[in-house]
């Protein structure tokens, strides 16, 4: 299993500024993601975050409003650059590490952090 | 492609039985199944592989037909914790967990 933690939990910032994510992992995991999910709605995936190499993104996504780092094998950023209105949800990182049951993979997720854009 | 969730919302009792399907435009390789309580961060229920393994956790079933690409989750004798929103997340070739998510159906199970 995987206990993931992310920082902060919930923020309100002003247009135009950028807010870092952190995704903190209590065990090294190869495949590390980034959702996004607008408040009622689905999971959106943005990128997969490589270990040693750039983002992975999503049609729809881009590096520059969505830097991403993964310095090791427990650990992420997500910035989310000169933000709008739009931007406004909550993110997710998510790992996939070995189940709970074991076995099988799982993935899971972390509690999410909240972002208002004003 | 988003994979398509049906019914949006359903309601039930304590007790009864409930099924929720997700199909699928293009082949799948894996469908995953996820509750999220409102507030909570989505958790796994159960995965679905092509060829017929099935993993989760118990309690819970589920029925993967490669052919038609669909799969349905059945919750029998539902108890109030089922309450949540389900995900049916589809896996292509390549990676079975970068997953695109269905729009969720909405569980509600009342005393």
């Known amino acids: 299993s995987a206990v993931i933690s992310q920082k902060p939990s919930r923020d309100i910032c002003q247009r135009g500024t950028s807010l870092t994510i952190q995704c903190q992992v209590d065990s090294q995991v190869t495949m590390m993601f980034w959702y996004r999910q607008q408040p009622g709605q689905s999971l959106t995936l943005i990128a997969t975050?490589?270990?040693?190499?750039?983002?992975?993104?999503e049609s729809g996504f881009v590096i520059d409003k969505f830097p991403i780092s993964r310095p090791n094998l427990t650990f992420s950023t997500l910035t989310v650059s000169n933000m709008s209105p739009e931007d406004s949800s909550i993110y997710l990182c998510?790992?996939?590490?070995?189940?709970?049951?074991?076995?099988?993979?799982?993935?899971?997720f972390g509690p999410g952090t909240r972002l208002t854009v004003l | 492609q988003q994979p398509v969730q049906s019914p949006q919302a359903v309601i039930l009792r304590e007790g009864e039985d409930a099924v929720i399907n997700c199909s699928s435009s293009k082949a799948l390789y894996s469908v995953h199944w996820y509750r999220q309580k409102h507030g909570e961060a989505p958790v796994f229920l159960m995965i679905l592989l092509k060829g017929g393994e099935q993993k989760g956790h118990d309690k819970i079933s589920a029925s993967f037909n490669e052919k038609k690409q669909q799969s349905s989750l059945y919750l029998t004798a539902s108890q109030l914790s089922y309450s949540g929103t389900y995900f049916c997340g589809t896996g292509g070739g390549g990676s079975n967990y970068k997953l695109t998510f269905g729009k969720g159906t909405l569980l509600t199970v009342n005393p």
């Open positions: 998510s790992v996939e590490a070995l189940g709970l049951a074991g076995g099988y993979n799982e993935q899971f």
């Open positions: 975050a490589n270990q040693g190499s750039e983002a992975t993104y």
